[in-house]
């Protein structure tokens, strides 16, 4: 293949796909094309998994398969196989399984040698072209992988087979049932508290990634119990990531993750399915504390989102920006030379920029030394103690300094964005902003959300088969968290607006995951559709429960049954969530961390969701009062529902509720919590539907 000519990837609708077109490899997408021609030439297949916002996986790209003898290398060998994580997660996830079991990691790039039949025998992640970083070098793997494919057939055969085997036996669960009771949330606790970083907030070690889902646990078993190390989990975790170089001091949003403890040095990279849920973390963090911190923090992510990630006036959101303009940096875009600074600002403003982020003559970035991360470094009280002037003058001082930094930024390259609008990923921004347009009184995140799960239904959804991965393209099947997320969302919408079609289009999205994804038998949910054409290579029932990186599906899945009992009084709802959390019962626990959302799950179903109805006209001054305060009280699983007295009369609402609510005196305006059908007495003033809301667990807990 001539490298001025280009390969089958061109036309691909994937941005990662296309990035490769121009390579002299001979790449295949993944489908029967590849397998079928593995087979009749009898060759083993190179895998290689990654993304566009990769950074490793365009370094191999340019030191490997950009390279005419390696790549010719590959031609001769092999049926080489390209895939984009982001549009084929069910792919990713089974052949991570599989190369974490071979070599002890994952990651992207993720290098596999499959058979024909598409079985894994041997894999790693990055692999440098020669020997390298205690890295045997790819061509001498290839090389070496080629000669016992051809020699020793019989041996590869053995391993693969061993190897799909432990994969299926892993991913299917089958001896992971077990009991639902408070005890497993006592244990969640536990386990996640136990890897808290009292120093530097987070849990675990370097490298450091955001836990969204560990963080709402936290905070809504603090809202339960009281218990006052809860709160400062939670706390330290949400500061140290909003004053870490992890989170963008000028642009807003934050990056994958830390290399380093203090969430000082990022991987640049950001992601919407990190985002989303984090402004979420944030929007809570604010209404557990007033920590304008957290606020300032949300409305950033918010600010990046709708500059950077915003699908416009049709809604919908775009998956991702990159770390990097080239190979040659890393991060250069988000980050700065004193010089730099200097250039952009006055003196003043130079002076106090570097004391506040730490910009120093030598920084942070091994590529660059005179790059700086920007991290703050010191508050107000110092900054203003070292400039001589009052906390307040500094604050105007860094507001005006930022503003100039931001717009020399803009003048840079700007890392490039995947827009591609991913299903799953657009529903869980969806709720994110739904959420921080109620709490934050921002009505504009509330309009886009609302376009955004539109725009889902009308070009993702097929009453037949759920919704589709992708927007866009031929149609690519939906995953389980394609119909969980979307579902969530959807309730979400209609708790925000009382508008009965987005609960009608939440329950049909809940039908067809019942009886596409389920798993009457056994409990829970697989992760791609009976319907799915067949996978090829390993063709593994997978139920997924780990948050890895979003929300387990499963976890979504049961609490969305919670939640459409609760509206609904359907047993089977009921029945299913409860089989949900039941198929995982008995091995949640030993996952701890990362399986945080489904202790969320397991917490609202065993006390089943919360609703609060605020009764009253429209206009009502008490009514908005009411409203107001409920929405300022964190309870996860919180419903809060505006129903008029037209909205009432109008038999739009779903029937427990409706089933409800007739019962209740009129006149004044007045809230109700309800809990598994049964709803307390009727109350009139803002404090004591807080009371409510939050019994005072800290008064009984210890700290």
């Known amino acids: 293949m001539s490298q001025t000519t280009a390969n089958r990837l061109h036309n ?289 992510i918010i600010r990046w989102t709708d500059e950077v990630l915003s699908g416009g006036e049709r809604g919908g959101f775009f998956s991702s920006q990159d770390a990097d303009i080239s190979l040659e940096d890393d991060g250069d875009y988000f980050t700065w030379t004193q010089e730099e600074v200097r250039q952009a600002l006055s003196p003043d403003e130079a002076l106090a920029i570097e004391l506040y982020y730490d910009v120093e003559p030598v920084g942070e970035m091994h590529h660059n030394p005179a790059k700086n991360v920007l991290w703050i470094a010191r508050g107000f009280t110092e900054m203003a103690t070292r400039l001589g002037k009052s906390e307040k003058e500094v604050e105007a001082l860094l507001a005006v300094a930022r503003t100039k930094l931001l717009a020399a930024r803009a003048q840079r390259p700007m890392p490039a964005i995947d827009r591609a609008v991913y299903t799953g990923w657009n529903a869980m921004y969806s709720s994110a902003y739904l959420e921080a347009g109620r709490v934050l009184g921002r009505e504009d995140c509330r309009a886009f959300a609302l376009r955004t799960l539109d725009r889902l239904l009308a070009e993702a959804w097929n009453e037949e088969r759920g ?33 009965r079609r987005y609960f009608d289009a939440a329950v049909r999205a809940a039908e067809r995951m019942l009886s596409l994804y389920g798993d009457e038998e056994g409990g829970g949910f697989f992760d791609r559709s009976r319907l799915a054409a067949p996978l090829g290579g390993l063709e593994v029932r997978r139920k997924p429960l780990q948050d890895s990186p979003t929300p387990s599906g499963n976890s979504c899945a049961a609490l969305v049954l919670s939640r459409l009992f609760a509206y609904t009084g359907e047993n089977r709802f009921q029945e299913r969530a409860q089989a949900t959390l039941e198929a995982f019962a008995g091995v949640a626990p030993q996952y701890g961390l990362f399986a945080a959302s489904y202790a969320l799950a397991a917490g609202v179903h065993l006390k089943s969701p919360a609703q609060v109805v605020v009764l009253g006209h429209a206009g009502d001054p008490v009514a908005a009062q009411l409203e107001r305060a409920a929405l300022d009280v964190f309870r996860f699983g919180k419903a809060v529902l505006r129903v008029t007295p037209e909205i009432l009369t109008s038999n739009t609402l779903p029937s427990a509720l409706a089933a409800t609510l007739p019962h209740v005196p009129g006149g004044t305006a007045q809230a109700l919590v309800c809990v598994g059908g049964v709803c307390r007495p009727p109350v009139t003033a803002p404090a004591q539907l807080k009371a409510l809301l939050v019994p005072d667990a800290a008064s009984s807990a210890s700290s």
């Open 467 to 499: 919704f589709a991965h992708r927007l866009g393209g031929a149609r690519l099947e939906g995953s389980l968290e394609d119909q969980a997320f979307p579902a969530a969302a959807l309730l979400d919408a209609f708790e925000a607006t009382l508008d």
């Open 12 to 300: 691909s609708t994937s941005a990662y796909l296309r990035s490769a077109e121009h390579q002299p490899v001979d790449w295949h997408e993944w489908g029967e094309e590849a397998f079928a021609r593995a087979r009749a030439e009898d060759k083993p297949i190179l895998l290689d998994i990654g993304a566009v916002w990769c950074h490793w996986c365009h370094v191999i790209d340019r030191e490997s398969y950009e390279n005419p003898e390696i790549a010719a290398l590959i031609n001769r060998n092999y049926v080489a196989v390209k895939v984009d994580r982001d549009e084929r997660p069910d792919v990713d996830a089974r052949y991570q399984a599989a190369i974490s079991a071979i070599s002890g990691q994952g990651g992207w790039p993720l290098t596999g040698f499959l058979t024909p039949d598409g079985r894994p025998f041997f894999g790693g992640t990055y692999f440098p072209p020669d020997d390298a970083m205690g890295r045997p070098g790819f061509r001498r793997i290839l090389t070496a992988v080629a000669e016992a494919y051809r020699g020793r057939r019989a041996e590869v055969d053995r391993s693969a087979e061993t190897l799909a085997q432990a994969v299926a036996q892993a991913e299917a669960f089958r001896a992971a049932r077990g009991t639902i009771s408070a005890q497993i949330l006592e244990e969640m606790e536990d386990a996640i508290v136990r890897q808290f970083d009292m120093r530097n907030g987070g849990f675990g070690r370097a490298p450091k990634f955001p836990h969204p889902a560990a963080i709402n646990f936290l905070a809504e078993r603090y809202q339960v119990t009281g218990r006052r190390h809860l709160l400062s989990v939670v706390e330290t975790t949400l500061s140290k990531m909003a004053s870490g170089g992890v989170y963008d001091q000028l642009g807003g949003g934050f990056h994958r993750y830390s290399v380093d403890e203090r969430w000082c040095v990022p991987h640049f990279e950001k992601m919407s399915y990190d985002n989303a849920p984090l402004l979420e973390n944030y929007v809570h963090g604010w209404q557990l504390t007033g920590d304008p911190l957290f606020r300032e923090s949300a409305e950033g």
